[in-house]
């Protein structure tokens, strides 16, 4: 598959949008477990049972939220590679980007014009002229 400049930046915005969500999301994780391990450490009988519930509750809706930046990211490398999955992964997150504010939409519009347009050709080489011909 033929990937142009306007593909291959679409693809790296993608893929570098996908990092700065796991990033933050890792912020956010550290800061919730810390703060959670603070107070876990502080709660004593029936109250710990609880406690520890809803922690694993929380570590749960983490990994699955970090799910999705993850796929952001594949995509974004297998449409450099010139995969046709990583072209559908990558229009399916340029629509969820468009909800993204400010940044998201942006990426999210070059992204889907990027992939939906109609791809350039490279232009023919240019027919071989015999030497001691000239071209009028």
């Not at 009988?45 to 594949?74: K, Q, R, T, Y």
Request: aromatic share 10%; with cysteine.
């Amino acid at each position: 598959m033929f990937i142009d400049t306007h593909v291959r930046i679409a693809a790296w915005l993608h893929i570098a949008l996908g990092a700065i969500w796991v990033c933050l999301l890792a912020l956010f994780g550290l800061f919730f477990g810390a703060f959670g391990a603070m107070l876990g450490a502080s709660v004593h009988g029936s109250d710990a049972g609880v406690l520890a519930w809803v922690a694993g509750l929380g570590v749960a809706l983490f990994l699955f939220a970090l799910i999705v930046p993850v796929l952001e990211i594949v995509g974004g490398v297998m449409l450099l590679g010139g995969s046709t999955a990583g072209r559908v992964i990558t229009i399916v997150f340029s629509v969820l980007e468009l909800i993204n504010l400010p940044f998201g939409t942006v990426v999210g519009i070059y992204s889907l014009w990027a992939l939906l347009r109609e791809v350039p050709r490279p232009a023919a080489p240019p027919a071989m002229v015999p030497l001691g011909m000239s071209q009028r």
